[in-house]
């Protein structure tokens, strides 16, 4: 049996992050990978046991990538209120320094083939725990309305990634409409007003 090359796995799991963005996920192929990596077909399968298993690595790792880097931020802040607006900068940041990460990341959560990989549910989304606990904190604490605090994170998600993809298409200018607003109008449908 051959030993495995941490250099190798990372190239395979790179080269399976630019193909998935040059020609979308389900076009992917185990012939495609190793043109891409520059390596044999069988060298892949020292690494992963088909390729099921290899772009559920990849969705993993780069899931864990992006949770890690937000989960880091938000344990920053004191407050459920300082968390969300700490979650919404980071995500921003996140987007803006590692756009192909975030865009391979989309691609599988918009794929129906995300279903195949045996991933669990839970897994299989951008609602991280840290966030739904700080709307949970805060709504126990009557800072945020009682709403449905997943459907809280989804909006709060889509908020930042739309906003970051019009600033990177230049639809939105960030210095006529900075991010503070966005977090302005967050924090006014979220806050429990009375």
Do not use: C
């Amino acid at each position: 049996m051959r030993k495995k090359d941490e250099k190798k796995y990372t190239q395979i799991i790179d080269s399976v992050s630019e193909l998935i963005l040059e020609i979308g996920l389900s076009g992917v192929t185990i012939a495609k990978i190793a043109a891409k990596a520059d390596l044999y077909p069988s060298t892949i399968y020292i690494y992963f046991s088909d390729k099921e298993d290899l772009l559920r690595q990849v969705f993993r790792q780069q899931r864990q990538t992006l949770h890690h880097y937000l989960s880091e931020k938000i344990s920053l802040a004191p407050t459920p209120p300082q968390k969300v607006q700490i979650y919404m900068r980071a995500l921003y940041q996140f987007a803006q320094d590692q756009p192909r990460q975030l865009a391979t990341l989309q691609q599988f959560l918009d794929s129906p083939l995300l279903d195949q990989l045996a991933i669990p549910v839970l897994e299989q989304n951008l609602i991280f725990p840290e966030l739904l606990t700080a709307i949970e904190q805060g709504q126990a604490a009557a800072v945020f309305q009682p709403l449905p605090a997943d459907l809280a994170v989804l909006l709060i998600n889509s908020e930042v990634l739309q906003y970051t993809q019009a600033v990177r298409q230049q639809l939105v200018d960030p210095v006529i409409y900075p991010l503070e607003q966005l977090l302005a109008l967050t924090t006014n449908w979220l806050n429990n007003t009375k």
